[in-house]
């Protein structure tokens, strides 16, 4: 199939839809880079489809001809489209929310951050779940709960709204948590909102998230070993 360098990877799959197999099945939502839901690997690489533009796609890969595949995150529905539905038992395991908020200032209407703060994790907080980084990680697809369910609990342990922190830790520490991590880097190497996922991991590990705050001590009832598999 011939197509312009400018056509989005999303725009390549509706033509091919028109032109030449309305059966093809993918899925996408807001095509703006983020929802997530057009994770797919082109030649073995987790990506957003609504993100790569054909002609990026050649001077990355330096070919014409790619290998279209759905992300291995979680079961296929059909061709490029997966269960989202299992991917997402990952990260509602992590509960991604502030589960006990911690009082705001009296007379104030809303809890205020500092700057300085903030800037600890705010880059974190640009994960859309895409899965792109589980699906590259080369522990997320046997006891490992993934690299953005572990983001995920990370940020929420650098908010000072978070007042369950020991609840948080457990997870961290257990046997599906950041232990499983093979520091291969790969997450942060394929997310395309660009955040170090592995550099938050690591400090998870290493029970700190900057200079001024101290060490996260081991969580009560819970180990930091656990057996490779």
């Given at each position: 199939?011939?197509?312009?360098?400018?056509?989005?990877?999303?725009?390549?799959?509706?033509?091919?839809?028109?032109?030449?197999?309305p059966t093809l099945a993918?899925?996408?939502?807001?095509?703006?880079?983020?929802?997530?839901?057009?994770?797919?690997?082109?030649?073995?690489?987790?990506?957003?489809?609504?993100?790569?533009?054909?002609?990026?796609?050649?001077?990355?890969?330096?070919?014409?001809?790619?290998?279209?595949?759905?992300?291995?995150?979680?079961?296929?529905?059909?061709?490029?489209?997966?269960?989202?539905?299992?991917?997402?038992?990952?990260?509602?395991?992590?509960?991604?929310?502030?589960?006990?908020?911690?009082?705001?200032?009296?007379?104030?209407?809303?809890?205020?951050?500092?700057?300085?703060?903030?800037e600890q994790y705010v880059?974190?907080?640009?994960?859309?779940?895409?899965?792109?980084?589980?699906?590259?990680?080369?522990?997320?697809?046997?006891?490992?709960?993934?690299?953005?369910?572990?983001?995920?609990?990370?940020?929420?342990?650098?908010?000072?709204?978070?007042?369950?922190?020991?609840?948080?830790?457990?997870?961290?520490?257990?046997?599906?948590?950041i232990y499983r991590c093979?520091?291969?880097?790969?997450?942060?190497?394929?997310?395309?909102?660009?955040?170090?996922?592995?550099?938050?991991?690591?400090?998870?590990?290493?029970?700190?998230?900057?200079?001024?705050?101290?060490?996260?001590?081991?969580?009560?009832?819970?180990?930091?070993?656990?057996?490779?598999?």
């Amino acid at each position: 199939m011939e197509v312009g360098g400018i056509l989005r990877f999303t725009d390549l799959f509706r033509k091919i839809n028109e032109e030449q197999d309305p059966t093809l099945a993918w899925n996408s939502s807001c095509e703006h880079g983020q929802c997530g839901t057009c994770a797919i690997k082109v030649n073995g690489k987790p990506l957003l489809a609504c993100e790569l533009l054909v002609e990026n796609a050649i001077k990355a890969f330096r070919s014409t001809i790619f290998k279209i595949e759905p992300i291995t995150i979680a079961p296929v529905v059909r061709d490029l489209i997966v269960d989202l539905e299992e991917a997402y038992t990952r990260i509602e395991k992590v509960k991604p929310y502030v589960i006990q908020p911690a009082e705001k200032q009296p007379g104030a209407i809303e809890y205020q951050l500092s700057p300085r703060v903030l800037e600890q994790y705010v880059e974190a907080t640009r994960c859309i779940n895409c899965f792109c980084c589980a699906t590259a990680c080369i522990s997320s697809h046997k006891n490992f709960l993934g690299p953005n369910a572990m983001l995920t609990s990370i940020v929420r342990l650098m908010d000072p709204r978070e007042q369950a922190k020991q609840e948080r830790l457990k997870v961290l520490y257990s046997q599906e948590g950041i232990y499983r991590c093979h520091t291969s880097m790969a997450c942060t190497f394929v997310c395309p909102k660009q955040i170090d996922v592995a550099h938050f991991i690591a400090l998870a590990k290493a029970g700190t998230y900057d200079q001024e705050q101290p060490k996260l001590g081991k969580v009560k009832g819970a180990t930091r070993e656990h057996k490779q598999s």
